[in-house]
Each structure stands twice: as structure tokens, then as C-alpha cells.
């Protein structure tokens, strides 16, 4: 019985007929996880090349957005909308919208970084990890610069937006001429006017009769994009309890309601000055001069400068309102502000009045050319040179825009 026993153990043992089956049994679950593995990660990989996909059409539209002159909040709030519906999953992901970029080579302020984060779920590869699987992505969208403006007519629809007339004599030395208007008339050039530029850029169209001399250009650039307003995120002063005092020779900052007439030897102190309703009049013969000041213009409040008035005044070099020299209330739409000036009279700073219609009728500019004119729309029909070769003034950058590409 005992050798019958042993012969049977002996024959099962050696038998291996069932070898495949077991070792397939205990292999098993190892092999659906490998195979699990593979089609996971395939899917990881089909994910990551989906959302780098988002992230490239969001960091260029982003792109397009800065270089339109949109908010940071409002290009951040567009790109969560922009990524979603191409692709991107916000549930259990994230965006971070960077501008300028913090990593890379493009860390300017013409550039947007997008990052774009997703976590996926495990299914088969759950057998060896329950952690799930974050994938990031990252595109950075630039727009490069066609050069610097002195002069920016922001309406987006009016007729000559920026227009020189009768017997305007402009030179631009180092600095461009733009206009976003999309009207067919945009930029203007007509009369005995007499412009040397080197370049205008025309978000529409231009009418040009003669007079207009291009330095670096062969035409108007037009049908161009729009340039941003570079002070469109700087607020508006507050407006205080009205000066009631006597108007001496040394003038100091503060809200001046109803309107402030200057005659005779004024010494402004640096400071911003309110006007608040009423005319601001500098009379004939008069001499005004400051530094560090800044003018602005609520409640209706107008520009009443004579041209035979001597004025020496300029803005800010660094703060709030660095650069600034006139600001027009934005509420103050269409309303119409004039300057005149004699060839001795010097405004360094930037006249900003983004919702007015700006007429310079003067032979004057900043001190060294040092003038920005940004308004709603503008008339020239003086005499003047304009550079942007004024590192120490305080204005902001007109920044002439080009193409946007993905740079990163």
C-alpha cells in the first residue's frame, strides 16, 4: 500500500501538464495590472498632450488680451473660461495665469505664462498605488513691440481720431503715432499741416492729403492692432473738502471747486491739484511753474490755458501718479479740452484725458520733447517735437503692438 502511495506522489510531482494553468492563476493579477499599466499611462500621456493643447490656445489668447490693454484680473478670468473649453477640467485641477511669466525666457510684461494643472484617477494601477496622477503643462503667449508712441488716440470707432490740421508743424523724434480708431479716416493728415514721424500704426484706415513724412515706414500701418492705454489702472485722486483761501503767489495741492483762475507769478507746490467744476484759467501773462504736479479734472471741469501764458510745470517722476501731468475724470465722456501754449511754455508729463476730446492748438511740449498726448480723440494743429528719449520723466510706455506668437 505504501509503495502504491508513494508511486502516485511520485507521478504527480513529476507530471507537468498543469504547469501553464497554475503559474497563468498566479500571475494573473500581476499581468492585468501590467496590462493596466500601459493603457493608464498611454491615457496619462493622451492627457498631457490634450492639455498642453489648452494651454497653447489659452496662453495665446492671453497674449492677444495683454497686448489689447486688458486687466490682469479680466486676462485671468478669460483664460479659466478660454482653457475649459478647450479641453482643460477644472474639477479637481487648477490654472495659474502669471503676467509677467516667473520661470522662462520671455519674463517680460508683454508676455502671459499659463500653467495648467489636472489630476487623473487610477483604475488597473490602483492594485499598486491609490495616490492619483497629477499632470501639469505650461505655455507662455508673447506679443513683441513694434516700438514706443507719443501720441495715442484711443476711441475705437470715431473719425479722425487723431488728425492734424491747418497749420500743424509736429515732429516725432524716436517715437510712433497711433490711432484705434477702426474708422476708414482714423488717422488724418490734412490743410498745410506738416508731420515727420517714424511710423503710424491705424487700427482702420487713414486719410492723408499731404504733409506726412515718414521716417521709418513707407506707409501708414493700417488695420493694425490696438494699442493700450498705459494709465488705465491708475485711480482717480479723491476729491477733498474745497480750498476756501486767497489765491497768493505759492500755490499748494488740494480740491479747488468751481474752477481756479491763475494770474501774474505762481509757484506751484508738488502735489495733485482738483478741479472740480469750473474752468481751470491761466490767464494772460501769467507765469506759472512746479514740479511734481499733477491737474485733474472732475465734474466738468475745462482747460481755459491762454496762449500768451508762460508755463513751466511737470509731473511726477515716481508714485500714483507718476508721468502725470493733466488727468481727465474717465466719467467725463466726449467732453472737450483745449490747450494753447507759447513756444516758451513747457508741459513734461503726459495731457490724459482717456474719454475727451483733446485740441492742442499751442506751440509748446515737454522739456526736451518730453510730452505724451493720450486722449479720446485728438485735434493738432500747433507746433511742437515729441521724443520718448525721457527715462527720468515718470510717463508710462505707449507700447506700439506686433504680432503675438507662442513663445514657450
Known amino acids: 500500500m505504501f509503495a502504491l502511495f508513494a508511486n502516485t506522489a511520485r507521478s504527480f510531482l513529476a507530471s507537468r501538464r498543469a504547469n501553464v494553468a497554475v503559474i497563468t492563476g498566479l500571475l494573473a493579477p500581476a499581468l492585468v495590472g501590467f496590462a493596466g499599466l500601459g493603457t493608464e499611462t498611454a491615457y496619462w500621456y493622451y492627457r498631457e498632450r490634450d492639455l498642453q493643447?489648452?494651454?497653447d490656445v489659452t496662453a495665446f489668447d492671453a497674449a492677444m488680451a495683454l497686448r489689447s490693454g486688458q486687466?490682469?484680473?479680466?486676462?485671468?478670468?478669460?483664460?479659466?473660461?478660454?482653457?475649459?473649453?478647450?479641453?482643460?477640467?477644472?474639477?479637481?485641477?487648477?490654472?495659474?495665469?502669471?503676467?509677467?511669466?516667473?520661470?522662462?525666457?520671455?519674463?517680460?510684461?508683454?508676455?502671459?505664462?499659463?500653467?495648467?494643472?489636472?489630476?487623473?484617477?487610477?483604475y488597473f494601477t490602483a492594485l499598486f498605488s491609490r495616490q492619483p496622477v497629477p499632470v501639469s503643462?505650461?505655455?507662455?503667449?508673447?506679443?513683441?513691440?513694434?516700438?514706443?508712441?507719443?501720441?495715442?488716440?484711443?476711441?475705437?470707432?470715431?473719425?479722425?481720431?487723431?488728425?492734424?490740421?491747418?497749420?500743424?508743424?509736429?515732429?516725432?523724434?524716436?517715437?510712433?503715432?497711433?490711432?484705434?480708431?477702426?474708422?476708414?479716416?482714423?488717422?488724418?493728415v490734412g490743410g498745410s499741416a506738416n508731420v515727420t514721424v517714424p511710423c503710424v500704426s491705424s487700427a482702420g484706415g487713414d486719410s492723408v492729403s499731404s504733409g506726412l513724412h515718414l521716417t521709418s515706414c513707407t506707409s501708414v500701418t493700417t488695420h493694425a492692432p490696438t494699442a493700450a492705454d498705459p494709465y488705465a489702472s491708475v485711480p482717480a485722486p479723491p476729491i477733498g473738502s474745497?480750498?476756501?483761501?486767497?489765491?497768493?503767489?505759492?500755490?499748494?495741492?488740494?480740491?479747488?471747486?468751481?474752477?481756479?483762475?491763475?494770474?501774474?507769478?505762481?509757484?506751484?507746490?508738488?502735489?495733485?491739484?482738483?478741479?472740480?467744476?469750473?474752468?481751470?484759467?491761466?490767464?494772460?501773462?501769467?507765469?506759472?511753474?512746479?514740479?511734481?504736479?499733477?491737474?485733474?479734472?472732475?465734474?466738468?471741469?475745462?482747460?481755459?490755458?491762454?496762449?500768451?501764458?508762460?508755463?513751466?510745470?511737470?509731473?511726477?517722476?515716481?508714485?500714483t501718479y507718476s508721468g502725470l501731468l493733466f488727468y481727465g475724470d474717465r466719467t467725463m465722456a466726449y467732453a472737450s479740452q483745449t490747450i494753447n501754449g507759447n513756444a516758451s511754455s513747457l508741459f513734461t508729463g503726459a495731457v490724459y484725458f482717456p474719454s475727451q476730446d483733446i485740441r492742442l492748438l499751442g506751440n509748446f511740449s515737454g522739456a526736451g520733447g518730453c510730452m505724451q498726448v493720450i486722449g479720446d480723440t485728438i485735434y493738432y494743429t500747433g507746433s511742437s517735437t515729441f521724443t520718448t528719449n525721457c527715462t527720468t520723466s515718470g510717463m508710462a510706455t505707449i507700447t506700439v503692438p506686433g504680432a503675438v506668437s507662442l513663445a514657450e
Open 53 to 55: 493643447g489648452a494651454a
Open 71 to 122: 486687466t490682469n484680473s479680466a486676462i485671468t478670468k478669460a483664460a479659466s473660461t478660454d482653457a475649459a473649453k478647450n479641453g482643460w477640467r477644472p474639477t479637481g485641477g487648477a490654472i495659474v495665469v502669471n503676467t509677467p511669466p516667473t520661470s522662462g525666457t520671455h519674463q517680460n510684461t508683454n508676455s502671459v505664462e499659463i500653467i495648467l494643472t489636472e489630476v487623473e484617477q487610477r
Open 137 to 188: 503643462v505650461r505655455a507662455v503667449g508673447t506679443f513683441v513691440s513694434s516700438g514706443t508712441a507719443c501720441m495715442l488716440g484711443l476711441d475705437k470707432a470715431r473719425n479722425n481720431t487723431v488728425q492734424f490740421w491747418g497749420n500743424a508743424s509736429a515732429k516725432f523724434q524716436n517715437c510712433n503715432i497711433v490711432s484705434n480708431s477702426n474708422a476708414s479716416d482714423s488717422f488724418s
Open 242 to 319: 474745497c480750498y476756501s483761501g486767497a489765491i497768493g503767489s505759492t500755490l499748494s495741492p488740494g480740491t479747488y471747486c468751481g474752477g481756479l483762475s491763475l494770474s501774474g507769478n505762481i509757484t506751484m507746490n508738488p502735489g495733485v491739484y482738483v478741479i472740480s467744476g469750473g474752468t481751470l484759467k491761466i490767464n494772460a501773462s501769467a507765469n506759472v511753474s512746479g514740479a511734481g504736479v499733477m491737474f485733474y479734472l472732475t465734474n466738468g471741469a475745462q482747460l481755459s490755458l491762454n496762449g500768451n501764458a508762460t508755463m513751466n510745470i511737470s509731473a511726477a517722476t515716481t508714485g
